[in-house]
């Protein structure tokens, strides 16, 4: 079911934040809300607006066995993603990307914190993001890798690639130095790319990655010539 | 550092598995959200539950935080909230009835005045200020609506008011509610 109607879906969002939308229309909202990230907004917004009332709830504490009830369902597997399982999902790199920039630095130094108790592998991760600073795609490795490192892509922003067009993702080695092509990719949300072999030194030691659109078959010129979708620097986890 | 930012904190830590976080996040959020699941479901054993539920989901569900962009206590809270009242909504679940008259009653009447205490923050005195706007029914009724989770059904059963009638004290007062909020913006 699609709210067409501006009015009517601002009008829904409001009444489903307020608790009065119930029953069947709630479900059926609840449904929307999954592929309408314009109407979770508005959702979001009504959440925002209503949210002071909760100023007037009295704070209880709740019995102990809450608590354990959460650490039991979580250690049990309730937890669908594991209580201790680590991982590199999208979710959490475009969690980590959105949040302010003062909680950016907090997990900067958090992240540095964490790093020597984690025995796992060193992974390098570069959320893009785009003019708007909304993240469009992730691109991650394992660092120390032999031979050709592969690079693991996932795309969401879902632009769209106009034919005739092409993406090719580009090494910013940092400083003066020119972007350095990795390759054409494609659209979809989940792909994989071999770096070349005489690449492969580089790539855990450059400040970024940028993704540009191209005439098809890629950059004439050996370096970007048309606008960049996304951009991003490594973080190195 | 203020409170929002140290739950921003640990629930970035969450988002990264720390065990330690979660307890440190439960710990400073779980009285509040407790209140908000008890004033909803009006029962203590409910409310554990909805309450259990919602913690375990927000752990799941805490790596897409931040792609709404909500206060983090917004976001938990509406987390409890929907628990609630799907809790609610579940078949052949009546809640106890005869306390909502009591509740009705003890909402602040407009005779005492409109005044809300919301706190200092500005959207909390923005949303006071416009509350002041609206008329007593309108805003009787939403905050009445959005405290306990009542539905159209139940508000006009509560207010003896036609089911039409409430409807549109909640839509009119919604919409004068964000031209409001919206103008002080």
Known sequence: ?237 | MADTDVIAELMARCALRDQRAFAELYRRTSAKLYGVAIRILRREDWAEEVLQESFVNIWNHIVEYSAVRSAPMTWMTAIVRNRALDWLRRPNLERGDEDYDLLVESLPDDAAGPDIALGQSRDAVALAECLKQLNGTQRQTIMLAYAHGLSHGELAQHLKQPLGTVKTWIRRGLERLKGCMDGRA
């Open chain 1, 1 to 237: 079911m699609k709210y067409r109607n501006e009015h009517l879906r601002d009008a829904l969002a409001a009444e489903y934040a307020l608790g009065t939308l119930q029953g069947r229309a709630r479900r059926r909202f609840e449904r929307s809300l999954k592929g309408d990230p314009r109407l979770r907004e508005l959702v979001a917004r009504w959440q925002g607006r209503l949210a002071p009332l909760d100023a007037l709830v009295e704070p209880v504490q709740p019995p102990a066995r809450v608590w354990r009830g959460i650490q039991y369902q979580l250690e049990s597997g309730a937890g669908r993603r594991g209580w201790w399982a680590f991982r590199t999902n999208l979710g959490l790199w475009r969690a980590l990307a959105i949040v302010s920039t003062a909680a950016a630095v907090t997990l900067a130094v958090l992240l540095t914190a964490l790093s020597p108790t984690r025995r796992t592998p060193e992974t390098m991760v570069v959320v893009m993001a785009g003019a708007d600073a909304n993240p469009g795609m992730t691109v991650s490795w394992p660092m120390h890798q032999k031979g050709e490192p592969k690079l693991r892509i996932r795309v969401f922003g879902h632009p769209e690639m106009p034919s005739g067009t092409a993406w090719e993702l580009w090494m910013l080695p940092g400083g003066e130095q020119k972007p350095v092509s990795l390759g054409l990719i494609g659209t979809e949300p989940t792909q994989e790319l071999t770096v070349p072999q005489a690449l492969a030194p580089m790539i855990d030691r450059v400040w970024g990655l940028a993704m540009s659109v191209e005439p098809s078959g890629g950059s004439p010129t050996g370096q970007p010539t048309g606008p960049v979708l996304y951009k991003g620097q490594c973080t190195r986890l």
